[in-house]
C-alpha cells in the first residue's frame, strides 16, 4: 500500500541554513513518519546543498540571500515557483527554519480527508497567546492601507493564527499561496510591509474566508521560551513541535537575520537539549505547575541564555 505523499517546504538563506542542518534528523523522524515525506529546502548554502545531494527525501532550492524580512514576506512566491511540482503531493506544508517536531505527529494527528473546497482543506494552528487577548489588543495589522488590515473593532469575532505552521492539500496549499503572493507583493509596491509579514496577510485571508480551515489547538507549534504557568495549552511533553528559542543563543538575533553572525550548529543542539530539559522540570514539578497553568489566560516568557 503506498504511502501518502507530502511536501514539506522550508526558507533556510543565509545563517538559517544551520537550523536545516541540525533539524533535519529530528523533522523527518517524527513529522508524519507513515507518509512520504520530501522537504524541500530554499537556500542559499552551498554547503546544505553538498550535503543533501544524494539524499531522495531532500530537494535543495537555490534561493538568493535577501535581507530580512524580505525571505519571510515573499515565501509565497518562492513556492510558486514551484507549483507544478508540489501539485504532484497530495499535501503541502509550511514549517519555520526554527520548527522542532520533538515527538512523532502521525497523518491521523494532522491530515484531514480533502473536500474540494480549498478554504475547508488549510491546515492552520491558532497563536499560542493572541487569543486571550482583547480583539483590540491583537497584533493584526493595524494600516487601514495594507491589505492585511484587519479592524481593532471587527465586524466578526476573529482567531489569531501563528504563521510558523500552516499547509493543507496541495490544491489548498497553492491556491493559499497564490492569494497571499498578490497580497504582500501588492503590499510591498505600494511601500508597505505588514507589521507580522506572511502571518499578517494570512490571518487577513482566514479572516476574508471566516475561518473555514482546520484550525489545530496551540500545542501542535508552541515557543520554546513559554513559562510552565503561563496560560494552559497542554501538557509540555505532549507539544508536538515547538519553535526553538532564537533568543536563548549568545548574540542578538538580529545579526543572524542581517546575516552577520551564524548559527552555531553546537548552539542549536543545546536548544533541542534544553527542550527535554525543560520537558522533565514540567513533569517533575507538574503539580506545582498545573493548577497555575490552568486558570491563568495571559502568559509569560523564560528569560534564559545558552551560554557559549
Known sequence: MSRTKVAVLSVNTGAYA?????????????FLPDCEVTFFVFTDSKELAQLYAYNPQVKIIPLDYQPWPLPTLFRFKYFLELESTLAEFAYVFFMNANFYCKRPLYAQDLLFAPTGNWAQDLIVVEHFGQNCLPE???SYERN???QAYISPTPEKATTYIAGAFNGGTSQAFLTMSRELAQRTLTDYQNNLIAVWHDESHLNRLLYDLDYQAHILPPHYVMPQEYDFESRYVGERQDWFAVLLNKNALPFDPQLARDNQQEFDPRHLELLVLQERQLENIWLTYRDTFYPNAIKN???NCFIWKIEP
Open 18 to 30: 544551520s537550523f536545516f542542518k541540525v533539524l533535519f534528523p529530528y523533522n523527518y523522524q517524527n
Open 136 to 138: 483590540e489588543l491583537r
Open 144 to 146: 487601514p492601507q495594507s
Open 297 to 299: 489566560n495571559s502568559f
